[in-house]
Each structure stands twice: as structure tokens, then as C-alpha cells.
């Protein structure tokens, strides 16, 4: 039999139900945790392709555009949109490189380190509340089920040397 926890509730063996509460509670979670850097990114005439984009160049200050596609998983048009309003509205800056000249490098500016900062506080707030509600246990749990989730690729980008594991 699987492994059992309080409730009775087999981890190994799951039933079709029990997986579907689990992606309702994804969606609804993921509602949650965007909903207040929406409202912001709202006010700004900008969508979760910015915050994304804001959040990673502040991650990784002189990223390349081409890091950046792979990181996102967008199409180079569509960063190029995101990117070019971020420009334009002194949020990022674009440096070419030195190695190759061809490359961008991408740097928050302080009002893009502003609005960065804005919206992860709402989003650091709303998961350390839910981390203390749930315990360590469960927040080590947590991440081991988001890490089984991702993609090898994404995955070796998220424990990379200088990554966030």
C-alpha cells in the first residue's frame, strides 16, 4: 500500500478525484498568487509577460535575450514586444556585449527595480503566510512536488550554479 498521512489519504496511489482537487487547488493558488501583481501590473498597462520578464532581469542582471527566451519559453516576437515597452518606459536597459556584439544584455533600471520590488513584496507576503500556516514539512513537500513538475531543462535552470535551489 502507499504511503499513509492523517486523513487516511494514500500518496502513492491517488485517485482521479483526488488528483483533480489538487489541479483546482493549482489553479486557484496560482489565482491568488498573481492577483495582487495584477492589479499593479493593471495599473501600468502591463501583463504577467512583464512581470515575468522584470522578474528574471532582476534575477539575473545582464542576462542575454537569448537566456531569456530559453528561461520564459516564449517566442522571440513576443519578448521583443514585452521588451520594447519595458525600453521605452525606462524600466530596462539594453546593453550590447562585449564578447559578441550581437548580444543584448538586460539590466532593471531603479524604476524597474521599483516595480520589481512591488510586486514580489505582494507575492512573498501572500507564500511566506501560506508557508507558516502549513509548516516546514509541508513547505518542503511543496517544493519537491513543484520540482517533480518541472521540465529536465527547466529543472537544471532552476539548480544551476548561481540558480535559486
Known amino acids: ?3 499513509q498521512r492523517p486523513g487516511n489519504e494514500s500518496l502513492l496511489f491517488l485517485t482521479d478525484e483526488q488528483l483533480r482537487r489538487g489541479i483546482e487547488a493549482m489553479f486557484f493558488a496560482y489565482r491568488g498568487f498573481t492577483a495582487d501583481p495584477d492589479i499593479i501590473l493593471a495599473d501600468r498597462g ?4 512583464h512581470h515575468r520578464a522584470v522578474h528574471f532581469i532582476n534575477r539575473t542582471p545582464g542576462t542575454s535575450v537569448n537566456n531569456l527566451l530559453a528561461i520564459l519559453g516564449v517566442t522571440k516576437q513576443s519578448l521583443n514586444r514585452v521588451l520594447r515597452t519595458l525600453v521605452e518606459d525606462g524600466l530596462v536597459t539594453s546593453k550590447i556585449g562585449t564578447r ?5 544584455h538586460l539590466f532593471l533600471t531603479d524604476t524597474g527595480k521599483q516595480l520589481e520590488q ?3 513584496q505582494a507575492q512573498r507576503g501572500r507564500l511566506r503566510a501560506a508557508y507558516r500556516a502549513a509548516g516546514p514539512e ?3 513537500g511543496f517544493r519537491q512536488v513543484l520540482e517533480a513538475m518541472m521540465d529536465p531543462d527547466q529543472h537544471r535552470r532552476f539548480v544551476a550554479p548561481g540558480g535559486r535551489a
Open 118 to 120: 512591488a510586486l514580489s
Open 138 to 140: 509541508a513547505v518542503a
Open 1 to 3: 500500500m502507499g504511503e
Open 100 to 104: 559578441d556584439r550581437r548580444e543584448r
Open 46 to 49: 502591463y501583463g504577467r509577460a
